[in-house]
């Protein structure tokens, strides 16, 4: 069993370029996130999906858009990439309810936009 | 706002104790979650509270004052593969985590 999958593991990025980093989950969880993570911050919510055919708006979502086709892929697509989008990306995923509701997390993608 | 707050380095001898404390202004509160994160990798689950008191699982043990707005993660017989940054995360009253900037423990010999 992978868990979560992300897509590339990193990448170098010319700013105005689009882009989409991928994310697969093998765990059929209901929920899934995506993050990014900036030295000296906590990771940060950019979209989220409490279920396949659903997204909602995080905490820094602009420049950012989401799909969430059905229960396994989450992708996150950079329309023009800015050199401020230079950050680690987490994606992850939880079964979206009952008490605990632990989210798991993928390797990550370390994008860096020039 | 919200906020989460961790002391950013702390630095331990191996065998010993260290204990990682978290403060927290949220916006309501649906349990506290520790992560442990070793360099360039992802973040990986270690506790859950959502009551008062002491959850212990193994060398690990977290607290949680509901009153206080405060945890802590409790390290013993520290070992050099914990070397590690931990993140503290609180679920608001919308469900979704908020999270500390995390504290990097180094553990000396």
């Known amino acids: 069993i992978a868990g979560i999958t992300q897509a590339p593991t990193s990448q170098i990025l010319a700013a105005g370029r689009r882009m989409t980093l991928r994310c697969t989950q093998d765990?059929?969880?209901?929920?899934m996130y995506w993050y990014r993570q900036d030295l000296g911050l906590g990771l940060r919510l950019i979209h989220y999906?409490?279920?396949?055919?659903?997204?909602g708006k995080g905490e820094v979502p602009d420049g950012y858009s989401v799909s969430r086709a059905n229960t396994d892929d989450f992708p996150l697509t950079l329309a023009s990439a800015v050199p401020s989008q230079t950050s680690v990306y987490f994606c992850a995923s939880s079964e979206g309810s009952g008490d605990t509701d632990t989210q798991y997390f993928g390797p990550g993608t370390r994008l860096t936009v020039l | 706002g919200q906020n989460i707050d961790q002391p950013t380095e702390m630095t331990a001898t191996e065998g010993a104790i260290v204990q990682i404390n978290c403060t927290y202004q949220?916006?309501?509160?649906?349990?506290l979650f520790w992560y442990q994160q070793h360099a360039g990798e992802a973040p990986t689950f270690l506790s859950y509270n959502v009551l008062d008191g002491l959850e212990e699982k193994g060398r690990f043990s977290s607290f949680l004052s509901r009153s206080k707005g405060y945890s802590y993660l409790l390290l013993k017989e520290l070992q050099m593969k914990d070397s590690a940054s931990y993140l503290c995360?609180?679920?608001?009253?919308?469900?979704?985590?908020?999270w500390g900037a995390g504290t990097k423990l180094i553990i000396k010999p």
């Open positions: 765990m059929r969880h209901n929920a």
């Open positions: 999906s409490n279920t396949a055919g659903t997204t």
């Open positions: 949220t916006s309501g509160f649906n349990g």
């Open positions: 995360a609180v679920r608001d009253s919308n469900y979704q985590l908020i």
